[in-house]
């Protein structure tokens, strides 16, 4: 039997949790594509409609000869909340259903979403307090490179941490920034062309697929914890209210 669990004769379904911003959504994904996928009402709100689009998802027709094999979720960085929340959901379906646990990169399910051969593509999250969460990927040879880590970067510091050439945004953080963005990049900045710029968590399980076809070690749900990237704000005015002696 595989290390992530499967047998190797059935096919590998994946339950996908995306509630890293505001725009969350839940998704089946096969080894032949994606079964279904149900945005929540309220963002990332895990509340009775996450249930309901969840059960949605395994009623559909067809899907109750496909059991769910693993559960993919997006492991930020993000929303401090969404993470949590949704982190802690996909454990509650990983111990209770006994299927390995997939956490997937959010900037990198995002490029992911965006494939576009030989262009650097440039996911970007709202951050809050004037920064982003950016990171650089390269979609070459049919496959996803990743180029720098996942970074929370001021905004007016964006210029300097990016490479040269064309540079294709995608991420929450797109809308609201994007006059800055081509302000500053000018002709180098391409946005997706009549699709939303949001996280899908149809990436996030293809993207997972992805991972367990190559083997990627899976960690111990147990002591699994989101990749925060920074400290909250709570933690931020902790430690100026407490600062440390040297």
């Known amino acids: 039997m595989p290390a992530d669990g499967s047998s190797p004769q059935s096919p590998r379904v994946v339950l996908a949790i995306e509630s890293a911003t505001p725009h969350g959504s839940v998704a089946l994904v096969s080894d032949g594509g994606v079964i279904g996928e149900h945005r929540l009402e309220g963002g990332n709100r895990m509340d009775r409609s996450f249930l309901q689009a969840i059960d949605a998802l395994l009623t559909l027709p067809g899907a109750e000869a496909r059991p769910v094999t693993h559960v993919a979720v997006s ?5 401090f909340t969404g993470l949590r929340v949704g982190m802690a959901a996909a454990k509650g379906f990983c111990f209770g259903w006994g299927v ?62 990016l490479p040269d050439g064309p540079l294709l ?77 040297p």
């Not at 492991?75 to 929303?79: I, L, M, N």
């Not at 440039?122 to 720098?148: I, K, N």
Request: hydrophobic residues 40%; aromatic residues 8%; neutral net charge.
């Open 75 to 79: 492991a930020g960085p993000g929303s």
């Open 100 to 161: 390995p646990l997939v956490p997937v990169p959010t900037l990198q399910a995002l490029a992911w979403r965006f494939r576009r051969e030989g262009v650097t593509l440039c996911p970007v999250q709202d951050a809050r307090r004037g920064e982003l969460y950016a990171a650089t990927f390269r979609y070459e040879g049919g496959a996803l490179h990743r180029l720098s880590p996942d970074r929370a970067v001021p905004t007016d510091a964006l210029a300097g941490a």
């Open 169 to 245: 945004f995608c991420g929450d953080a797109v809308p609201p920034y994007r006059d800055l963005l081509a302000g500053t990049f000018g002709a180098r900045a391409r946005f997706p062309a009549g699709d939303a710029p949001y996280p899908s968590a149809a990436a996030v399980g293809g993207l997972a697929l992805e991972m367990l076809a190559a083997g990627t070690p899976l960690p111990d749900p147990a002591v699994l914890v989101p990749a925060y990237v920074r400290l909250s704000e709570a933690e931020v005015n902790r430690s100026l209210d407490h600062p440390r002696t």
